[in-house]
């Protein structure tokens, strides 16, 4: 009797070299899209170095666990039909052995349960899993077919010389509990809603509209975040994840809530734009380099990477399950939660405008669970959900509260609205790697030119260029958002550019040039000259610390100013106070009563004050967007051109 051993490893190599000939009859840039698709399952393997080494990457039972939740309905029963139908051929051909004696070892059970007719696989003709499936002629016979050759493109399946299909050995086994159900060419679609009372008709433009909206919000809410992370580190708890009173701290800087705010900061950190760095004090978050060129790009090109990586996020920053603290900035470990994702977008982009659901309401862990199986909004949309990727449904626990977490944040981020998807959320489901395009309809191009009014505001309708940005906040307070951006004008702010260095000629000519008619009012012209005038009439010295002036009279006032006794100044000349507290305490006290001093230094210039930013020292990794195009000629031995110095096409 053939040793089964023997047999089960000749039917395992038969498979890979079937699969290894598929993989070397692709074109570079074929098996180069094979390498981005299966990007995630590949980066936790050995780098392969060869054709058979992909495929056995690709038939190994980590990566086929990971790609399998990723397949639709048609696909996942032709797969699974197919891995039944091999077994029981192979187990045609080598019955299951006699079960070990009574006193066995450990290696002869498991060499049992192991077994060759329990791993093996034998190939399959197409025939005879449309025939199981019970895809006759028509629609059924057109979708399995479809699905079918998809799998082979995947290199989940492989198709012999003979056009016999070959599946990996232990698909049988993983998908053995999934309930796939009769065999379904499209997905139920969910049940029509009419348009509420007093809505009016629904039409392209709103679902532009909307979404245009969200991502204005979005941007402004991301930049505001980071830049409070590069103001102030946040510190992380020793278990991991960020403190309570961060998140807090965070949310109110960036005008977020804080679910939105742990969502943020967890889609910064897979974009890289963050990176948790140890420091003696202990684990802080911090923003990369990364951030510096993010702050250069156009609104649209600064959301594309965030998107990005939630549709790729494994977990869901916004849902807490019962019973464990809200937190950002930990790893997650959900990995169905990226097929979640896609197949509630798929559901709702077969819904018709006009005719969708409104959000689910967010579960309520205080409130007693209602009736599980009544029908709803949200179980129907799962129902057609499920058919898209079967796998991150069944048997997943608290799947209602994780579908409508995943929905919010779905419409936070700009992607659904009024029940179906907008044009970004079409962008994102067809392939989120190229969303610049949509965002760049969604936010114009930034304006670099603002109105400035006699009522010291000035008016940006639309969203300001990073330069634009930078001098209205130097010199202003932003005082409202939304289509147009309103900054004011203050004693204060003009005061703050001063304290950082800006000379009033130059802020002058600055904000002269941003001018949309290339004028000032002269109520901000005198503002300006009047602050400056009144700014550094007052030096405040290190010592613990000192304060001098010109002007013996205001030095008089100071010293006789009952909101400054806690200061305890005390004139050691004419024109000089002692002050018993620290220069920031000193300056902190005379700003709040009115008065504009300047931070002088122990050499007599004036000190330039300005808000710290800190940046992470770890190294970022490059991205090179034709790595995998290289590495895919070199597993077919094919020339490189770049490296052949061939012109590129």
């Not at 980590?62 to 077994?87: F, G, K, M, Y």
């Not at 004028?519 to 012209?525: E, H, S, V």
């Not at 002692?578 to 230094?601: F, H, I, M, Q």
Request: overall charge negative.
């Amino acid at each position: 009797m053939t040793d089964l051993n023997t047999v089960e490893g000749l039917n395992t190599v038969e498979g890979l070299d079937t699969l290894t000939c598929s993989l070397a009859q692709r074109t570079p840039e074929q098996l180069a899209a094979l390498l981005t698709r299966h990007a995630a399952p590949l980066s936790l393997r050995p780098a392969a170095t060869g054709l058979r080494d992909l495929a056995t990457a690709l038939w190994s039972y980590e990566t086929l666990h990971h790609l399998v939740l990723h397949l639709d309905h048609p696909r996942l029963q032709v797969l699974a039909t197919t891995a039944r139908i091999s077994q029981d051929r192979a187990r045609q051909d080598a019955p299951v052995p006699a079960a070990p004696s009574s006193g066995a070892g450990y290696q002869s059970l498991m060499a049992h349960r192991l077994s060759f007719a329990r791993l093996a696989s034998e190939p399959v003709p197409p025939d005879a899993t449309y025939t199981a499936l019970g895809a006759t002629p028509g629609p059924a016979r057109a979708t399995a077919e479809a699905a079918l050759r998809s799998l082979c493109d995947d290199g989940i399946a492989a198709l012999t010389a003979d056009g016999h299909i070959v599946v990996p050995p232990r698909t049988a086994q993983l998908l053995a509990a999934a309930p796939l159900g009769p065999f379904a060419v499209a997905p139920p679609r969910p049940t029509p809603h009419p348009v509420r009372p007093g809505t009016g008709a629904l039409t392209p433009t709103a679902l532009h509209d909307e979404s245009a909206a969200a991502a204005a919000t979005l941007a402004t809410t991301a930049e505001r975040l980071l830049a409070a992370l590069a103001t102030q580190p946040a510190a992380l708890r020793k278990t991991g994840g960020l403190t309570v009173r961060e998140t807090k701290r965070l949310a109110k800087t960036a005008g977020a809530t804080e679910p939105h705010t742990r969502l943020l900061l967890d889609l910064a950190l897979a974009a890289e734009l963050i990176a948790l760095t140890r420091t003696p004090s202990g684990i802080t978050a911090l923003p990369t380099a990364a951030y510096d060129d993010w702050l250069t790009r156009t609104p649209g090109e600064r959301l594309a990477p965030l998107l990005t990586s939630w549709s790729s996020l494994w977990g869901l920053p916004t849902h807490t399950p019962y019973g464990e603290t809200p937190t950002a900035l930990v790893r997650g470990h959900d990995r169905h939660a990226p097929a979640l994702r896609h197949a509630l977008l798929a559901a709702l982009a077969t819904v018709p405008l006009g005719t969708g659901a409104p959000l689910p309401p967010l579960p309520d862990a205080s409130q007693p669970a209602g009736d599980t199986t009544a029908p709803t909004p949200l179980r129907e949309l799962l129902d057609t959900a499920r058919w898209h990727r079967p796998l991150a449904f069944d048997a997943q626990p608290q799947i209602e509260d994780r579908a409508a977490h995943t929905l919010h944040e779905a419409a936070y981020l700009g992607l659904i609205a009024h029940g179906t998807l907008t044009p970004l959320g079409d962008a994102v489901l067809a392939d989120p790697r190229h969303l610049e395009a949509a965002l760049h309809d969604l936010l114009p191009t930034p304006l670099d030119h603002a109105h400035f009014q006699a009522d010291l505001t000035a008016v940006v309708p639309g969203r300001p260029t990073v330069t634009l940005t930078d001098l209205l906040a130097a010199i202003a307070d932003r005082e409202s958002e939304g289509h147009a951006v309103t900054w004011r004008f203050t004693p204060a702010s003009v005061r703050r550019a001063l304290d950082g260095g800006h000379r009033p000629a130059d802020l002058l000519d600055a904000l002269t040039a941003a001018s949309a008619d290339g004028r000032l009012p002269q109520p901000l012209t005198y503002l300006i000259e009047d602050t400056a005038r009144a700014h550094g009439r007052m030096r405040v010295v290190p010592a613990a610390c000192c304060l001098r002036s010109d002007d013996e009279t205001l030095i008089a006032e100071l010293a006789a100013h009952r909101a400054l006794r806690h200061l305890g100044l005390r004139t050691i000349a004419p024109t000089v106070l002692v002050s018993n507290r620290p220069p920031a305490d000193t300056l902190e006290a005379l700003r709040a009563s009115g008065y504009a001093p300047a931070l002088e230094s122990d050499t007599g210039a004036t000190e330039v004050e300005r808000l710290p930013t800190h940046r992470t020292h770890a190294p970022v990794p490059t991205r090179n967007p034709d790595a995998r195009l290289a590495l895919a000629r070199r597993l077919l031995g094919a020339p490189d051109p770049a490296a052949a110095g061939y012109p590129q096409p």
